[in-house]
Every structure is written in structure tokens, then in C-alpha cells.
């Protein structure tokens, strides 16, 4: 296995993993590690993760986009809480690291794109997501009304009138009630049916001019 090689084939994609040189090359893989680790040296190779690389700029012929990384990362999951509710613009702050929701073990990564993180839902709550972006950039993000239950759910606390006041939460149309309430069912937690009736009584307000989230 040689570097022009492995231009040839990875040149085209954002990023690749071990797996696939080893199915494309005669290598053992404790070798193509170790070749790996000295491009890596040399920068012609950035590593993601343990097992999951990309090439350099200059060799590369497609950009990366962290959205889309963090999708590719860790699967299955999808972006969710704090990051989905920045891309929403349902909160004023724009969210740098990343978000995500799994239902395989905790797990987080930093690498030269960003700061990935990737909390635990149990599989029956694994729901509420969809493709978005265009093209060879799209992503899975979770909706609306899912990202503000992952984030509530995830975070621990009760979720009172006031503290979902310092969220300063902003364009609540965009949420819509009642698919709120049904995907809060799904959880099964009294907790979360408390912050959806406290949000939702903000959030009528809101909607007739007497509060302002």
C-alpha cells in the first residue's frame, strides 16, 4: 500500500476508515496502521477517530463538513439538544461543539474539525430525526420538538418555569405542540411531562404578547 494509492481511492470522500484500506490492500492492518500513524506525521493523513481518517487538504478533493462528520463519526445517531436548537435558531447562542444523541455507550472526540460529543438515549426514544442539508452534505438532525426533549431529558434537574426562562428560548412557533406532546409520551418520564406543560404554557404566552421567552 502506497500513498498515490490510497489518493486514488480515498481522494473523493470526506473521510474513510481502516476497514476499507484493508479490504482494498493485501496489507495486514497492523501494518496499514503503521503506515497510517507515519502519513499522519508527515500530514498528508489527519486522524478523526481511532480507525477513521482523513486525507490532507492538499490531497483531498472534496471538503469536510463537520455537520455531516458528526453523523459519520459515531452511528446511528443524530445531531440533537443544544447544537439542533442553535441550527433552529431556537436559542440566540450558536452552538460550536457538536451534539449528538446515540443509543450505543457515551462517547466523545475532538479532532482538527471540532469537539463531538455523543450522549445515550435508551433505543425506544431513538426517534424524531431527519435527513437535512443538500446534496453529498446532508446530515440527520433531530426535529424541533425532539431536540428540545433530548436536551431536557439529558440534562439533569427539573426543568421549572424559570430555569426554561434562562434559555431564552426565541421563535417557539416553529415547535409544534402537539407533536411535543406526543413524543414526550414515548418517553415514559414524569419529568419530561412537567417541562413540556411548563414550556407549553411559556410558550402560549408568548404566542399572545403577555411573555417573552
Partial sequence: MNYGDVVKLTGGMPCFDLALLAQAF???RAAIRVQLSRWMAQGKVVGLRRGMYTLSETYRRVPVNPVALANALYRPSYLSALWALGHYDLIPERV????????RVPRRFENPFGVFDYRNIKQDCFFGFAPAGVGDQKFLVAEPEKALLDHWHLTEGEWTTERLDEMRYQHVERVDAERLKLY???FRSPRLDRAVRHWLRLASDVNQGTEVL
Avoid at 460550536?96 to 443509543?103: K, L, N, P, Q, Y
Wanted: proline fraction near 0%.
Fill in 26 to 28: 493485501d496489507d495486514r
Fill in 96 to 103: 460550536v461543539r457538536f451534539a449528538s444523541v446515540t443509543s
Fill in 184 to 186: 414526550a409520551q414515548r
